[in-house]
């Protein structure tokens, strides 16, 4: 037993030195392993980054292609429905007897802090655009065409102060004036309606198509609350409005295709 310790004193250094290499050996077969598996752990996060990225842009510009082709599908059905509103309500049809035709086009800027707000439109007069024809989306009206270039329109909001609809109750057919305060976006006021109308709160407003710029009965918003009058004989209706207008993107324009008759006839009025 002595003898093997004096061996292992003897060589005590040899024995550290092969210790002290084994450990680093197995340190670096470890770090080595380590290193591999965080180096695999990192690609594949930038390979599954890279790989979700693309995929998100894929899917927006297919999303893109998707929503207008819904958009242009969408555009010929409401026309194919004008033209069978017309057809059903006269005895004699010819499709030149249409009265509206919606023509799609796109938001590409829009104010809703001012008392006095407006929007574009990425289509102008090379697309058929013209002033003081009405704008709408898929959940309600948007405003009114005021000017236009060759290729850009702007819009008069409904959150305009200057604004002023023709709208009626949907279940009772009374009309009012739907118009702004420059208070809260999303509520417009519905002031001259009669106060023997039975109303509620909940109740649909739509386009009353008094005028030749909106057709009747597209949608605008719900009675949210009823204000009765202490002398006047007429309500002041907060109307909540389908569209929530701080946030537009595609919407149609419309044409009355009587729209130049309707003009002319109502400047003879005024001329007499």
């Known amino acids: 037993m002595q003898q093997i310790i004096n061996s292992i004193l003897r060589n005590k250094n040899v024995l ?14 470890a770090s080595d392993s380590f ?5 695999s752990l990192i690609n594949q996060q930038i390979t599954g980054a ?8 894929k899917a927006y510009f297919s999303l893109q292609k998707t929503n207008s082709l819904l958009l242009n599908e969408n555009i010929h059905l409401k026309n194919q429905l004008a033209l069978l509103q017309e057809k059903h309500s006269e005895t004699t049809y010819n499709p030149k007897d249409t009265l509206y035709f919606y023509r799609p086009s796109r938001v ?12 574009m439109l990425n289509s102008g007069k090379n697309q058929g655009i013209l002033p003081e024809m009405g704008v709408t989306s898929a959940k309600g009206i948007v405003g009114i065409v005021s000017y236009t270039s060759n290729g850009y329109a ?15 109750l949907l279940n009772t057919h009374h009309f009012g004036s739907l118009e702004w305060d420059g208070l809260d976006p999303s509520i417009a006021k519905l002031v001259d309606v009669p ?3 039975p109303i509620k709160e909940g109740d649909t407003i739509v386009t009353g198509g008094n005028s030749y710029i909106f057709p009747a009965g597209l949608p605008i918003g719900y009675v949210h609350k009823i204000h009765v009058p202490d002398i006047q004989n007429y309500y002041e209706i907060d109307v909540k409005l389908f ?6 993107n595609d919407v149609y324009v419309i044409e009355n ?16």
Do not use: C, P
């Open 50 to 57: 890279v790989f979700e990225t693309s995929n998100q842009i």
């Open 257 to 272: 295709l009587d729209r130049d008759e309707v003009i002319t006839l109502q400047k003879k009025n005024l001329d007499e």
């Open 16 to 29: 550290i030195f092969l210790l002290l290499f084994s450990f680093g050996v197995l340190l670096t077969i």
């Open 154 to 168: 702007t819009v008069i909001s409904l959150l305009n102060s200057k604004t002023r609809v023709n709208a009626r």
């Open 243 to 248: 569209n929530d207008m701080t946030n537009l």
């Open 195 to 197: 106060i023997i109308a």
């Open 108 to 119: 590409i800027s829009n104010s809703f802090s001012l008392r006095n707000n407006y929007l």
């Open 35 to 39: 290193r591999k598996s965080t180096v």
